[in-house]
């Protein structure tokens, strides 16, 4: 079937740690992937995208490779700040449709 | 910058009531949906629309739930004698074409009492 699997949350981290959240997708032929960032009291926003094998997508230092081997999706990011801190949406576009993992929220300490 | 716009972005009702979400799409984007997201859960998805007529839909969107695009620009969501499990934020999305992102919208909160 197709589906979006995430690590579960919630994450702590401390200002300035190494950032990566899990993401792994099932689905047939090669879906366009994403990653949505929802702050607090906000709606989603895209975050970043790669639509074919091997992309890296990247934006405000996250990053994440479509690694279609392992079909996974993995976000990661260097060096968190405080303003980071938020809810990560994994997706995956099949079609018409978007299918969304459950989401991990994490919080960064200053 | 374009954005999708909702209202209202809270709206309380009793149960059995019937509420109407609303949504201005992107203009000239061509696909259209419904996510709806129960506090601390996933965001599901409801429906899609495009080209004047639902695409696909989820077994959450039953006959309770309808989408109507009445102009070229407003895209609404009616939920008929409304339930407590029906609390959640809802979301509107567009898309431009095929493989691209959904830009959503900032959500209407809806609270059934």
């Known amino acids: 079937g197709n589906s979006v699997t995430q690590m579960e949350g919630p994450v702590t981290l401390s200002e300035e740690a190494f950032l990566t959240i899990n993401c792994t997708y099932t689905a047939t032929g090669y879906p366009s992937l994403f990653w949505y960032v929802q702050y607090p009291g906000e709606g989603l926003q895209l975050l970043l995208k790669?639509?074919?094998?091997?992309d890296k997508g990247s934006n405000k230092g996250f990053e994440a490779t479509y690694r279609k081997e392992t079909t996974s999706f993995h976000l990661e990011k260097g060096s968190v700040q405080v303003s980071d801190s938020a809810v990560y949406f994994c997706a995956r576009l099949t079609g018409n449709q978007f299918y969304f993992g459950t989401g991990t929220s994490l919080t960064v300490i200053p | 910058e374009p954005e999708v716009t909702q209202t209202p972005s809270h709206q309380v009702t009793q149960m059995g009531q019937e509420v109407i979400l609303r949504c201005v799409p992107i203009?000239?984007?061509?696909?259209f949906y419904w996510y709806r997201q129960i506090l601390g859960q996933k965001v599901e998805f409801l429906v899609s629309?495009?080209?004047?007529?639902?695409?696909?839909k989820s077994e959450i969107f039953d006959d309770q739930f309808s989408v109507e695009r009445p102009d070229g620009s407003n895209f609404t969501l009616k939920i008929r004698s409304t339930k407590l499990e029906d609390s959640a934020m809802y979301f509107c999305?567009?898309?431009?074409?095929?493989?691209?992102?959904?830009?959503f919208g900032q959500g209407t909160r809806l609270t059934v009492v």
């Open positions: 790669a639509t074919k094998a091997d």
């Open positions: 629309f495009y080209n004047n007529e639902i695409s696909e």
């Open positions: 203009s000239n984007h061509l696909y």
């Open positions: 999305a567009s898309r431009p074409g095929l493989n691209t992102e959904a830009f």
